[in-house]
Each structure stands twice: as structure tokens, then as C-alpha cells.
């Protein structure tokens, strides 16, 4: 969760004391004291959403289950653009039904945290490969020069930097405004704008010749509304290249991580039933998480007339 969430003031500097002491804990890998101390800064103020996401870390680290949950519904009240992700702790703990998205709130205040250190975190420490294996997958489909070309969630621009030099124009599309802040420092867009994917494709406006989205799929569940969408952008014979962590199974699932995996029979199923056709899938490594492989799907699609 992004640190300036979980680190906001009460507003009571008792309630934050012992906040603070519980993170200590929390930290030293005593989530049942943090926990308690969660708990007694809550009832000082019963209405601080930061305190009860904390609350429900500490108790669900701790095997409180149904506690985690209790303090996850409560900050679900609390917080009804779901700017916390309580709806998809919810979910992992069986509480709820999973949402078909992650929320908004959640993926701009994540990215908006994380904008300043993005780069050196994903390709430094965790080997991020989705843009460059993207890059190869729309070269084996498509080896000449592209035309217009559209970047979801385009990040801090590093699928723009795969693709230069082939491209003739790339304009980019992003929820957090960090990310776009980031991406338009490099000069590489002819246009850039903030928007959540499927709203942005869905506005309608001229074709592309291309559209990319590299490890933005992973928040969202169900894929037929952008894959709708996208197809509504696109040509005949136009392409939506994209990744997605793997299910090993036909539909999708929220993973511990707060991301959603996909299964092959369901591109494949979901890609038909929006009018393209598999140009390309494959599977590959696309980071590293803790020091495992993060196995994933590269897959082209092809817009059928």
C-alpha cells in the first residue's frame, strides 16, 4: 500500500504515538502487539481509515482472519473509492466476492507513490521484461514501421522507450499523474493524458494501428470491457499487444499480491468474442518477485475485419 497512505497523521497525537510504536512492531515481526496497539489508537479514533488498513495488515499477519476481516469491512466504509484495496483484501480472505477490477483510487495512489522510484525498483531489482517482450512479440507480427500507436497505462514511458524508432507516433494513457509527469520528461509521446484505460479507449476518437499495454492487464479481472473497448480503437488488421501473469486454469484469480492472473483459454475465448484473433501467445518470464519468476503470457492480438 502506498506509504503516504498508511503513514497520514490521526489527528490525535496519542492515537499517533501508538500508531507509530505498532509499526515498530509490526516491523520486528510482532504483528499480535501491533495489532493490539492498532486496536487501542482506533478507539481514540474510531473514524481514521489508515489506522484500521493497519489494524487489518497486523491481524491477518498475525492468522486472525476473522479479525482482518472485521477491520477490512470497517475500512471499506471508511473508504468508499477503495483508495485502500480493502475490497481485494476482502476477496483474498474469502469475505467477498472478487472484484472484476481493482479500484481506481487504489492503482493512482499506488503509482503515485511509486513514480519517484518506479524504474530502479521494477527494472533494477525485480528485472522487469514486459515492455521489451512485447517489443519483440509486435516486431515477429508486424516487422515494419508502425503507424499510430496507443500505450495503456503507459507508465513512466518504458514501453515507449522499447518501441522508438519504429513507431511513427505513440501517445500514452495513465491513471496516475506522477506516472504521466515521468513519461512526458522523456519527450518520446506526441500525447499523453490522464484516464483510466477503458474510459479513454471507450471515448472514442481516430484509430490506431496499435495498442500496448504492458503489465496493466494485471489489475483488472475481467478483460472483456477494455478487450471491447480496444477493438473499438482499432483497425482490420490492427494489433493489441499486451501481458498478463499466468493462471494455470480457464478463467482469472486475484493472487496474494493484489493482481489479477489470467488463464490462456480465456484470452483465447475473450480474443474471439471481441472480433480478433491470436496472432501470437506465448509464454515467458515477465520479473522476478522475492526472487521467483513471475510467469506470464505475451499475446498479439489481430483485429479480423
Given at each position: 500500500m502506498p506509504?503516504?497512505?498508511?503513514?497520514?497523521?490521526?489527528?490525535?497525537?496519542?492515537?499517533?504515538?501508538?500508531?507509530?510504536?505498532?509499526?515498530?512492531?509490526?516491523?520486528?515481526?510482532?504483528?499480535?502487539?501491533?495489532?493490539?496497539?492498532?486496536?487501542?489508537?482506533?478507539?481514540?479514533?474510531?473514524?481514521?481509515?489508515?489506522?484500521?488498513?493497519?489494524?487489518?495488515?497486523?491481524?491477518?499477519?498475525?492468522?486472525?482472519?476473522?479479525?482482518?476481516?472485521?477491520?477490512?469491512?470497517r475500512l471499506d466504509v471508511l473508504d468508499p473509492t477503495g483508495v485502500f484495496g480493502a475490497p481485494l483484501r476482502l476477496a483474498l480472505l474469502g469475505a467477498e466476492p472478487v472484484p472484476e477490477t481493482a479500484p481506481a483510487a487504489y492503482v493512482r495512489a499506488l503509482f503515485d507513490d511509486y513514480a519517484d522510484r518506479f524504474e530502479t525498483a521494477l527494472v533494477g531489482d525485480l528485472d522487469y521484461q514486459?515492455?521489451?517482450?512485447?517489443?519483440?512479440?509486435?516486431?515477429?507480427?508486424?516487422?515494419?514501421?508502425?503507424?499510430?500507436?496507443?500505450d495503456l497505462g503507459c507508465g513512466t514511458g518504458l514501453m515507449a522507450e522499447a518501441v522508438a524508432g519504429r513507431v511513427a507516433s505513440i501517445e500514452g494513457v495513465d491513471l496516475s499523474a506522477d506516472m504521466v509527469a515521468a513519461a512526458r520528461a522523456k519527450g518520446l509521446y506526441a500525447d499523453l493524458r490522464i484516464g483510466e484505460v477503458v474510459a479513454d479507449l471507450a471515448a472514442g476518437g481516430p484509430s490506431y494501428e496499435v495498442i500496448?499495454?504492458?503489465?496493466?492487464?494485471?489489475?483488472?479481472?475481467?478483460?472483456?470491457?477494455?478487450?471491447?473497448?480496444?477493438?473499438?480503437?482499432?483497425?482490420?488488421?490492427?494489433?493489441?499487444?499486451?501481458?498478463?501473469?499466468?493462471?494455470?486454469?480457464?478463467?482469472?484469480?486475484?493472487?496474494?499480491?493484489?493482481?489479477?492472473?489470467?488463464?490462456?483459454?480465456?484470452?483465447?475465448e475473450l480474443g474471439a468474442r471481441h472480433g480478433f484473433r491470436v496472432a501470437r501467445l506465448s509464454t515467458d518470464r515477465l520479473r522476478t518477485d522475492r526472487g521467483d519468476p513471475v510467469i506470464g503470457l505475451v499475446v498479439v492480438l489481430e483485429r479480423l475485419p
Open positions: 506509504i503516504t497512505q498508511t503513514t497520514q497523521s490521526s489527528g490525535d497525537l496519542l492515537a499517533d504515538r501508538r500508531f507509530e510504536y505498532a509499526r515498530m512492531l509490526a516491523a520486528d515481526g510482532d504483528a499480535v502487539a501491533a495489532a493490539d496497539l492498532y486496536a487501542q489508537a482506533l478507539e481514540l479514533v474510531p473514524g481514521w481509515a489508515a489506522g484500521w488498513f493497519a489494524l487489518g495488515e497486523a491481524r491477518e499477519q498475525a492468522g486472525d482472519r476473522n479479525g482482518a476481516g472485521e477491520a477490512f469491512r514486459a515492455p521489451q517482450l512485447i517489443a519483440a512479440a509486435l516486431a515477429s507480427v508486424r516487422p515494419g514501421p508502425v503507424g499510430r500507436v496507443l500496448l499495454a504492458a503489465d496493466v492487464f494485471v489489475y483488472i479481472g475481467d478483460l472483456g470491457p477494455v478487450l471491447g473497448a480496444a477493438a473499438g480503437r482499432l483497425g482490420p488488421g490492427g494489433l493489441l499487444a499486451f501481458t498478463v501473469e499466468r493462471h494455470d486454469g480457464e478463467g482469472w484469480s486475484l493472487r496474494p499480491s493484489l493482481r489479477y492472473a489470467h488463464g490462456e483459454p480465456l484470452i483465447r
